[in-house]
């Protein structure tokens, strides 16, 4: 069965600093994988997604993540974090029954301080 | 750019009373997903479906969950009799095909009391 394991309840930067955000994965086939990205008070928003092709994503607000299949990871970066991207980051994995159906992680809460 | 909307944002409500949660998502999608968050906990998925009827269900989604698309545009969760241990954020969510993107809601905080 799929699931997703994110490492670090909170993750805790300073404005200007690299963001890292670990997930590591365990599927029976070749999974999809997703990050979501939860502000206060709003719904889940795709920041990126691998599916096939290209290991290395690029997603919304400078974030990107690399597939790597030997590490079962697929873990979250950005090279320089802002104030604005403090919120709760979701990882998930695609159980390809045929519907959309979405195996999260706990989530990490990302803080950024000046 | 189209969104998925649910109200209320927040609903208190005595343990044994029956909730509805409503969800309004985009226009033209055509497969739907309630999912379910209890604090501090993972986001579970609870029940998808399309074409007017479920199409899976986790092993949460037991007798006292009912989803219905009354009207075409909303799409409800309902819990006929609150459990303390129904207290989550529960969110929905649309995709345009079975394999598409998942646009979700807001979320809707249940406290059962």
């Known amino acids: 069965a799929q699931s997703v394991t994110q490492l670090g309840s909170h993750v805790s930067v300073s404005e200007g600093a690299l963001v890292l955000l670990r997930c590591n994965y365990s599927?029976?086939?070749?999974?999809?994988l997703f990050w979501y990205v939860q502000y206060p008070n709003q719904g889940l928003q795709l920041l990126l997604k691998?599916?096939?092709?290209?290991?290395l994503v690029k997603g919304i607000n400078g974030f990107e993540a690399e597939f790597k299949k030997s590490e079962t990871s697929f873990h979250l970066t950005k090279p320089s974090a802002h104030m604005s991207d403090a919120a709760e980051y979701f990882c998930?994995?695609?159980?390809?029954?045929?519907?959309?159906?979405?195996?999260f992680g706990t989530g990490t809460r990302l803080l950024v301080s000046p | 750019e189209p969104e998925v909307t649910q109200t209320p944002s927040h609903q208190v409500t005595q343990m044994g009373q029956e909730v509805i949660l409503r969800c309004v998502p985009i226009?033209?999608?055509?497969?739907f997903y309630w999912y379910r968050q209890i604090l501090g906990q993972k986001v579970e998925f609870l029940v998808s479906?399309?074409?007017?009827?479920?199409?899976?269900k986790s092993e949460i989604f037991d007798d006292q969950f009912s989803v219905e698309r009354p009207d075409g545009s909303n799409f409800t969760l309902k819990i006929r009799s609150t459990k303390l241990e129904d207290s989550a954020m529960y969110f929905c969510?649309?995709?345009?095909?079975?394999?598409?993107?998942?646009?979700f809601g807001q979320g809707t905080r249940l406290t059962v009391v």
């Open positions: 691998y599916t096939t092709g290209a290991t």
């Open positions: 479906f399309y074409n007017n009827e479920i199409s899976e």
């Open positions: 998930a994995v695609r159980i390809n029954t045929g519907f959309q159906k979405l195996v």
């Open positions: 969510a649309s995709t345009l095909g079975g394999n598409t993107e998942a646009f």
């Open positions: 226009s033209n999608h055509l497969y």
């Open positions: 599927s029976s086939v070749p999974p999809y």
